[in-house]
Structure formats: C-alpha cells, structure tokens
C-alpha cells in the first residue's frame, strides 16, 4: 500500500511511495507527529539521479525487517534536495561541521524540534569497511533517544546553536578591483592540471563557471593564460567520456583525472551552463569544435529534456537496464568491440573502435569502453565518422533508457533558457531560441504567481508547494534577460524586474548587502541559509549579483547596481583564496570592471544593416555587455530612448561608464568599439 509520498509531485519521492517505510514529507505535521508519539525523527534527503540514494533505497527502505523497525521508532521524512535546497543546505552544514564530509543520500536524526543530533550519509546493510550497519545506526540512536534523551537534547540544542551561531566572514561590501581578479587567476593558474586539463585532482568537475570567468578576463585584459586553460580544458572535457561522443550532452562528472569514466547521470544545470560555455568559447576564438559541442548539448537538452509542458526536465538516471533485468550505471552509453561488431560489421567496428577508444581490455567496467575521441593520427574522413555515430546512436536508442527526473525545476529551466537563447542567436538557430521562449513562457504561466513570486518546482503542467529561493529568482532572471536581448521583447526585461525587486525586498539584508538564500518570509528553519559559495551551480548570491548587474546595465536601474556592488564584496573576499568556488561570482566582476557596456542597435528589423549590427552586438566578447535592438523610437527596451537613425540608416551606440562613443553604422567599427582596449 503506498505511503503518504504517492501525492507529491517530486520523482524523487515518489520512487518511495511504495516503501515499506512510513515516509513523511517535510512537513509541519511529520514534526507534530514525532511529538505527539515522543520518537525521534529520521531525515533522508537525496534526489532522483543519485546512484548511492537507489543504492540504500533498495538495500534498506525497501526491506520490510528495516522498514518495521523504523516504523516502530522513528518519524521518518523523505526530503528530495532539488525541491528543498534549504532544508539540504541547513542540515548538510550540520552534517559537514560534524563529520568533515558530505553527500547524498544524506541520513540525520532530528528531535521532534527539527534540531539535529546524529549524522552519516550511507550506511550499508551489513557492517562494512569500517562502517557500522544502517540496522546498528538505528539500533544505537533509538537507544541513546530512549535511555539518554536529556543529553540527546542537550547535545542536540548545542549543534543547533553553534550552527545560528557560525558568522561567515563575507568581506566588505565593496566590489573586487584589478588585483583581487589578479590574485584569482594566479590561484587558479596554481591548481591547474596544464596536463589534463581542468583543476584538482579526480574526481573531476567541468568548470562551467571558472572557465566564464577566463574568457572574460581574457577579453578584458587580454591575457592568454587565461584563455589557454579555457581552450584546452573545453578540448579535454569535450574529447573525453565526460561528454556523450553520440548524442551529445555532459555527464555530472568524472570519476578519474584523464576525463575517460564520468558518472553517468546528464543534469539539467550541467548541460545549460556547458552550453553556454562552448558558444561563448566559439565567440571568443571561432572553434569549430566549441561550435559542434555547444549545438550538439543545445540539441540534446531539447531533444532528450525538454517535457511536453515546454519546460526542461531536471536529469537522466546515471543507471538503466543492461539487458538483463540488472540496473547497471553506464550501461546504455558503454560499448565493447562485441557491441560494435555486432552493429557496424567487422571493417567498420575497427575504424570505430579506433576513432573512439574502444579496446577489448576497456575502459570502464566488465571490458566496456567508454567512448571517447582519443587524438587522431592523419586525416579523419568525417562523412564516415557521422554515418558510424548515426547507427550507433540508433543501436543505443534500442537499449532501456536511463530514467527521466521530470521535474521542472525554475532555476535551472533559467539557466537553460540563457543557454538556448545566445546559442540559437550565434548559430542562427530559431527553433532553439523558440525552445528557450517555450520554457520561458511556462515559468511565467505556472511558476510565477500575481505577485511574481516563483515555486520552486513542477511537475507534469502542477505546480509544486515548496516556494522558490534565491539562486530560482535569479537564474529566472538570467534567463529573461538573455531573452530580451536575443529577441528585442521589453516584456521580458520588465519580468526579470519583478523577480530582481523581490531579491531586493526580500532576500538582500539591508545593512550590510548581503544575500540569503531564503526569503525574509519562508518557513524558518533551525538556521537561515547562506551561501555565497559556486558549487555545481551559480550560488543564487552570485546569480543575482549577475542579474542586477544586467538589469542596471539595460535600464539604468541606480539600487540594483548598487545592490550588485555591495553583493560582490564576498568576490573580494573569497576569489583570491578560492577562486574555484567562487567562478561566476568572478566572472560577474569582470563586467563590473569593464562597465559593463551597454549597446543599442536602432533599426527596422528586415533591414540587412540592422541584422549585422545586431549580430555583431551579441558576438561583441566584452564581458557581460547587454545589447538592445528595436524600431527608431520604440518604446520597447530604455536603452533606445533618444536614439534616432542615423542619416537614414541603421545605427548602433555604445556607452560605458556613463560615457557614450558616437554612434555607428559600420559593424567593423562596431566590433572594434566591443574589444577591450587592454585585450
């Protein structure tokens, strides 16, 4: 009989619907109830994609022995960390302040007041390793709740207390300058793998955001460092089993330094963010491969995410069927010489094996391989390699498919919607700045309310209850943004507005600047979330430090801009000591110190003189430049009040720092005014 979690909207929680465990989602209630009953209150929080969360699922909450002794002791809650960063971040910080590490599936035990008193992540069914069994951990923490429930407590108010009580230090509210930049990139220079690419050792994350940072610092200073460990990093990871060689599209990460093994599971954030990366490295250098790897991951986002609502699903499973009733992670994107034979024939199986790295030994498990583009040797006939990647692609399509996440999560679709649209406008794409505007829309229909406040999620054309955070109002905003200067729409600049008021309303501390990652009127949890920090996305801090930024830039808007400055203080604090962490954060400073430049495009839009103005507007590499295109006298965007043609003609005016060159009706003379004088 399905427990209480059949009617949410999250996969995630509905993958447990059918457990054995008693599952409550977070709610006041499941609290009441731990009250009421005087049991303690176990927290389980993953989310749909995560291989380690199926792990337990099976192992544990799918066993009636286990599940009846929960039952019996504790409260249990079911939390998917994509609907409910919040709940995540509070009590993964306890979970990381406690034991020195973190992950998912996160396991804490709470009292009946939400404050937390034990911790783990996985716990095995039989002690293992040097970890004690899922059972024993139950077994040890039910005891001490029954014979020692007074120290429980105690220990319980003491980590909830050092928690409110942990006071980041978040610099100044004064922007980064010139040497703090400086300072980031010679500590990222200090952390580069110059032999693989990327930074750190394995496992190994794409940096999406450092590498923003590097062409933007590129094309303000000119330095080619920085545009060297972009080129080459975008090289290895697009060369690499990182990225599908098929169908195109990111894998979450890889498991070794050499980028050949990802884990497997494709997440919305990802491919948005790396999609953007290629087409802006295509903007900066003109790479054919940059321009293939940002079409291929635009295509695959809207071919294999996109849900019928018009929205982006929020992630492919890294495990499916191998063929043989197992769930196996890669096994619908590994291959072995077999496999190839079996499809291609023997000739054209050695070319692939070649072409592709695929050996008899393998690269991954069980003598699979993981496809891969090692470096060729003489000429590669290219009409042959895309014959072989299309009957592969259509044998792989044959394989059970990874599951869907169809969740519909606001800040991603964001991140996907600024990704869709500058990709479709550099490669004149329509139909993915139409997907863009489609995803868009939705957001507006079903995630925005009267008041422009924002869910989180949802799910099937149903909006889910959980209300949205910081990084949801401005990836939104990101993404409306990006639409109104690839489509010349006020409409959506005046909704990125809306959503950038509530971050000055209600997530922005109005002393010192800083940014929470709730609003003022959420519910309140044992400690208000804040987190400056870039992780595997823009943290919403950053993101809105963007947004405001672009938003000032278009409408002359003097407190987002000076609400931008105040929050890129923590840049200035945090970039030079780990700049990792903090890369977009980076790179919205380097549009502050370049203006950012603000480009209005006038002109009737058949007019051929006004398409060539406006594309070199958006392929101009000035970091975070907003460009605005429209009619002689249109009252569409403000940055073309008071621009009238010029003798008859098309023109585009470009100002900066409340400084304004004479207008031009030359795209060369265009393109030389968006260069950094010091590139």
Same mark, same amino acid.
Request: aromatic share 12%.
């Given at each position: 009989m399905p427990n209480r979690l059949a009617h949410?909207?999250?996969?995630?929680?509905?993958?447990?619907?059918?457990?054995?465990?008693?599952?409550?989602?977070?709610?006041?209630?499941?609290?009441?109830?731990?009250?009421?009953?005087?049991?303690?209150?176990?927290?389980?929080?993953?989310y749909s994609s995560c291989h380690w969360c199926h792990v337990m699922a099976h192992e544990s909450f799918e066993d009636e022995a286990t599940a009846a002794y929960l039952n019996e002791h504790f409260v249990s809650v079911k939390v998917d960390r994509e609907e409910r960063p919040d709940v995540d971040a509070v009590y993964m910080e306890a979970v990381q302040a406690?034991?020195?590490?973190?992950?998912?599936?996160?396991?804490?035990?709470?009292?009946?007041d939400a404050e937390p008193f034990y911790f783990g992540t996985y716990f095995p069914?039989?002690?293992?390793?040097?970890?004690?069994?899922?059972?024993?951990?139950?077994?040890?923490?039910?005891g001490a709740w029954a014979e020692r429930r007074d120290e429980v407590a105690e220990v319980a108010g003491k980590i909830t207390r050092d928690l409110a009580e942990r006071e980041m230090n978040f610099g100044d509210s004064s922007a980064p300058g010139e040497e703090d930049l400086a300072g980031a990139l010679l500590g990222l220079t200090r952390e580069y793998d110059a032999t693989r690419g990327g930074f750190g050792g394995a496992p190994k994350f794409p940096p999406s955001m450092v590498i923003e940072f590097l062409l933007r610092h590129h094309a303000r200073t000119g330095s080619e460092g920085a545009l060297q460990m972009a080129v080459d990093t975008?090289?290895?990871?697009?060369?690499?089993?990182?990225?599908?060689?098929?169908?195109?599209?990111?894998?979450?990460?890889?498991?070794?330094?050499?980028?050949?093994?990802?884990?497997?599971?494709?997440?919305?954030?990802?491919?948005?963010?790396?999609?953007?990366?290629?087409?802006?490295?295509?903007?900066?250098?003109?790479?054919? $491969?940059? %321009?293939? @790897?940002?079409?291929?991951?635009?295509?695959?986002?809207?071919? +294999? *995410? !996109?849900?019928?609502?018009?929205?982006?699903?929020?992630?492919?499973?890294?495990?499916?069927?191998?063929? $043989?009733? %197992?769930? @196996?992670?890669?096994?619908?994107?590994?291959?072995?010489?077999? +496999? *190839? !034979?079996e499809v291609l024939g023997d000739a054209d199986a050695e070319l692939a094996a070649r072409h592709f790295g695929v050996t008899e030994e393998g690269t991954f498990e069980e003598g699979a391989s993981v496809l891969q583009l090692p470096q060729q040797e003489g000429v590669v006939d290219a009409e042959k390699v895309a014959s072989l990647r299309e009957r592969l692609l259509a044998a792989r399509a044959e394989r059970p498919a990874p599951g869907r996440d169809d969740k519909v999560v606001a800040a991603w679709n964001g991140l996907a919607v600024a990704a869709l649209a500058e990709t479709g406008a550099y490669f004149d794409r329509p139909d993915l700045v139409e997907a863009a505007i489609g995803a868009a829309d939705l957001l507006v229909r079903l995630h925005m309310d009267e008041h422009a406040r924002l869910a989180r999620t949802s799910k099937d054309g149903q909006v889910g209850s959980n209300a949205g955070v910081l990084e949801d109002y401005a990836d939104?905003?990101?993404?409306?943004l990006a639409l109104a200067s690839v489509t010349g729409e006020g409409v959506w600049l005046e909704f990125a507005g809306f959503l950038l008021d509530h971050v000055l309303a209600q997530f922005t501390d109005a002393e010192s600047g800083a940014l929470y990652d709730t609003a003022a009127d959420a519910e309140q949890l044992i400690r208000r979330p804040q987190d400056p920090t870039d992780n595997a996305t823009p943290s919403g801090w950053s993101a809105a430090a963007g947004a405001l930024l672009t938003y000032a830039a278009q409408t002359g808007a003097e407190p987002h801009r000076a609400a931008a400055e105040r929050a890129l203080g923590v840049v200035k604090a945090l970039g030079p000591r780990a700049p990792r962490f903090i890369g977009w954060g980076l790179a919205v400073a380097e549009a502050l110190l370049d203006g950012p430049r603000e480009v209005a495009v006038v002109g009737d839009a058949g007019d051929p003189a006004t398409t060539a103005l406006r594309r070199t507007a958006l392929l101009g590499t000035a970091p975070g430049a907003v460009v605005a295109f429209g009619a002689p006298e249109s009252d569409e965007l403000p940055l073309l009040a008071g621009r009238p043609l010029v003798d008859g003609s098309p023109a585009a005016y470009v100002c900066r720092h409340f400084v304004c060159d004479a207008p031009t009706t030359d795209p060369e003379e265009l393109r030389a005014t968006l260069i950094s004088p010091n590139a």
């Open positions: 949410e909207t999250s996969p995630y929680l509905l993958q447990h619907a059918d457990n054995p465990v008693d599952w409550w989602p977070w709610s006041a209630e499941a609290f009441e109830e731990a009250r009421r009953t005087g049991r303690p209150v176990l927290l389980s929080v993953g406690a034991t020195g590490q973190g992950g998912w599936p996160m396991t804490v035990f709470l009292t009946p069914p039989e002690p293992r390793h040097g970890m004690a069994s899922f059972r024993q951990v139950l077994e040890g923490v039910s975008c090289e290895r990871m697009a060369r690499g089993g990182l990225y599908d060689q098929l169908g195109g599209g990111f894998a979450r990460y890889s498991v070794d330094r050499d980028w050949v093994v990802p884990h497997f599971e494709k997440m919305l954030y990802d491919n948005a963010l790396l999609c953007r990366v290629y087409a802006h490295l295509w903007r900066a250098t003109g790479s054919e $491969s940059a %321009r293939r @790897v940002a079409l291929e991951t635009a295509d695959f986002l809207v071919r +294999e *995410l !996109r849900t019928t609502e018009g929205g982006f699903a929020s992630a492919l499973d890294a495990d499916s069927d191998d063929g $043989s009733g %197992r769930h @196996v992670e890669g096994a619908y994107y590994a291959w072995t010489p077999a +496999e *190839l !034979r939104v905003a990101e993404g409306f």
